[in-house]
């Protein structure tokens, strides 16, 4: 599209020359005649863009039967686009090593001690955490974990997803 405007342009600047260089040679009548204007236009695409402040987060040492109480762990989303967007999200299971626990036991929440039972669940499917990113600002989500009862000890971790939908 912006393309098109600037040969736009360009025709209207030949055509206003041509006029100027016809100008002396018509009768002085006819000199204040003035070529029909061209429009020009242009289209700014909407855009929203993401940008994280920390690509880790850490819930320390969690008993099996034990979570993380709260959403305790915080994820700031800057949208450096033109127009607002939502925060999507999405993720997979933990692993250590041979063991696994389910990507249920992680939830997000968009404020700060929101009780674990109480977060949203998150799925290996992208959802809408309905948490809004006005242009040029920021939004945290929060994320809490929790471990199942007779899971394996070990060091795990979990791959999630935060995406900006606009």
Do not use: E, R
């Not at 940008?51 to 008993?63: E, M, Q, R, W």
């Not at 993380?68 to 949208?79: E, G, K, M, R, W």
């Not at 955490?129 to 899971?151: R, Y």
């Amino acid at each position: 599209m912006l393309g098109a405007a600037v040969v736009a342009i360009v025709v209207a600047a030949v055509a206003m020359s041509v006029l100027f260089l016809f100008q002396s040679a018509v009768p002085l009548a006819y000199a204040n005649q003035i070529a029909p204007n061209v429009i020009a236009t242009a289209t700014v695409p909407s855009s929203c863009a993401i940008s994280l402040n920390v690509f880790s987060a850490n819930f320390g040492d969690l008993n099996p039967g034990v979570n993380s109480i709260t959403t305790s762990q915080n994820v700031l989303d800057t949208n450096g686009g033109n127009v607002g967007t939502y925060i999507w999200v999405y993720g997979g299971n933990w692993i250590s090593g041979g063991n696994s626990f389910g990507v249920k036991n992680t939830t997000y929440s968009s404020s700060s001690a929101t009780n674990y039972a109480s977060g949203t669940q998150l799925t290996t499917a992208s959802a809408n955490t309905n948490i809004a990113v006005a242009s040029a600002t920021s939004s945290n989500i929060w994320f809490g974990t929790g471990v199942p009862v007779g899971q394996a000890a070990g060091t795990y971790s979990q791959n999630v997803v935060i995406t900006n939908v606009c």
